[in-house]
T-cell receptor
Framework: GDSVTQMEGPVTLSEEAFLTINCTYTATGYPSLFWYVQYPGEGLQLLLKATKADDKGSNKGFEATYRKETTSFHLEKGSVQVSDSAVYFCALSAPRSGAQKLVFGQGTRLTINP | ETGVTQTPRHLVMGMTNKKSLKCEQHLGHNAMYWYKQSAKKPLELMFVYSLEERVENNSVPSRFSPECPNSSHLFLHLHTLQPEDSALYLC???????????????FGNGTRLTVT
């Protein structure tokens, strides 16, 4: 079945460091890919998305490129801030899974130290 | 009130209790979802309602019973739960349930449930 695998956390970085959180997926067909973020005590918020191969999603300085050849959607940010501390979830939506169904990875906890 | 509101924020219940979780969305969406978030596990989709009809039930035990009286409200009725049901229960909503790629899910802040 469809699945998403994220790098295990927790990830701890210093402010202004470069961030990469790896995400790979398995799906039949051509899924759409998402990154969601969950700040402490809150629900998930959509951070960015990409709906087809080679698309780049971006928001708040974060970027991720849909790589069909490597089935990956790695999240990157050039200079992280303390306020980026949160849990990040990679997810896919594939036609075979049903239009309403998002499949999530297990989440990666990110902590940024000042 | 903004977005998706869930009550209560925290709930502690015994295994013989009956309780309900409530979710209300103020976004004019027509699809609503229940997800379960357990420690160190991916989010698990439990139920999906589209236009007040249940369209997905992911093999959830019958001790969880959803109810969607209208497109703005969603409930999760709980009875005779087990300690392993302790988790964060997240409600979400979206527009156009058949076009999720163009309609992101909006999540509530969740109900932290502890079963003793």
């Amino acid at each position: 079945g469809d699945s998403v695998t994220q790098m295990e956390g927790p990830v701890t970085l210093s402010e202004e460091a470069f961030l990469t959180i790896n995400c790979t997926y398995t799906a039949t067909g051509y899924p759409s890919l998402f990154w969601y973020v969950q700040y402490p005590g809150e629900g998930l918020q959509l951070l960015l998305k990409a709906t087809k191969a080679d698309d780049k999603g971006s928001n708040k300085g974060f970027e991720a490129t849909y790589r069909k050849e490597t089935t990956s959607f790695h999240l990157e940010k050039g200079s992280v801030q303390v306020s980026d501390s949160a849990v990040y979830f990679c997810a896919l939506s594939a036609p075979r899974s049903g239009a309403q169904k998002l499949v999530f990875g297990q989440g990666t906890r990110l902590t940024i130290n000042p | 009130e903004t977005g998706v509101t869930q009550t209560p924020r925290h709930l502690v219940m015994g295994m013989t209790n009956k309780k309900s979780l409530k979710c209300e969305q103020h976004l004019g969406h027509n699809a609503m979802y229940w997800y379960k978030q357990s420690a160190k596990k991916p989010l698990e989709l439990m139920f999906v309602y589209s236009l007040e009809e249940r369209v997905e039930n992911n093999s959830v035990p019958s001790r969880f019973s959803p109810e969607c009286p209208n497109s703005s409200h969603l409930f999760l009725h709980l009875h005779t739960l087990q300690p392993e049901d302790s988790a964060l229960y997240l409600c979400a909503s979206s527009q156009a349930p058949g076009q999720i790629n163009n309609s992101p899910l909006h999540f509530g802040n969740g109900t932290r449930l502890t079963v003793t």
